[in-house]
């Protein structure tokens, strides 16, 4: 896990917050290094007042960007994220204890099997003009299953794509 050294610029990107069983409030967020030009492992941070204190942040241990966390009716953690160290939008399944986060399972949905739909040159500028995919969000059916929906690039074609997950 990598932390950040104390004079480097870190920005927190497309956060989100959820609030766990027990009225803990989970915040999550992809995180920048600025000075090294390169993504931290996605980051949360907790609040057990409402949000007017907060945790520091931590590492979830995910290589990843844009994370959306969703609370399971069991507690655990479904989280959607765009992977770096890996092609592609993969799931994850987790666990706060305490305040810290476990990881437990993790699955790919969609494509890993897809050259380029990421950046990494030094300039986010760069890196967001060839990004193809992004903004997974959450939702619960009454039938216990999970809708997923994000946009993403096909064959120079902008789409919105959604699935229907199943988490055991």
Same mark, same amino acid.
């Given at each position: ?11 927190? @990107? ?5 609030? %766990? ?13 600025? !000075? ?23 590492s979830t241990g995910l290589a990843g960007q844009t994370l959306t966390p969703l609370v399971l009716a069991d507690g655990r953690i479904l989280s959607v994220y765009r992977r770096m160290d890996h092609a592609g939008l993969w799931a994850n399944l987790s666990q706060?204890?305490? !305040?810290? @986060? ?28 060839? %990004? ?12 216990? !299953? ?23």
């Open positions: 896990m990598e932390s950040p050294e104390s004079s480097d610029r870190v920005f927190f @990107w497309e956060s989100k917050i959820v609030e %766990l069983a027990d009225g803990c409030l989970l915040a999550v967020a992809w995180a920048y290094n600025d !000075t090294a030009s390169k993504d931290l492992p996605n980051q949360y941070a907790l609040s057990n007042d409402g949000g007017r204190t907060w945790s520091a942040p931590a706060v204890e305490g !305040t810290g @986060w476990i990881n437990e399972d993790a699955a790919p949905i969609w494509g890993t099997e897809t050259a380029g739909l990421t950046g990494v040159a030094h300039n986010m500028a760069q890196n967001f003009a060839v %990004l193809r995919f992004g903004a997974p969000c959450l939702v619960p059916a009454a039938d216990g !299953t999970v809708f997923l929906a994000f946009w993403c690039y096909e064959e120079c074609v902008s789409v919105i794509r959604w699935f229907r997950l199943a988490v055991e």
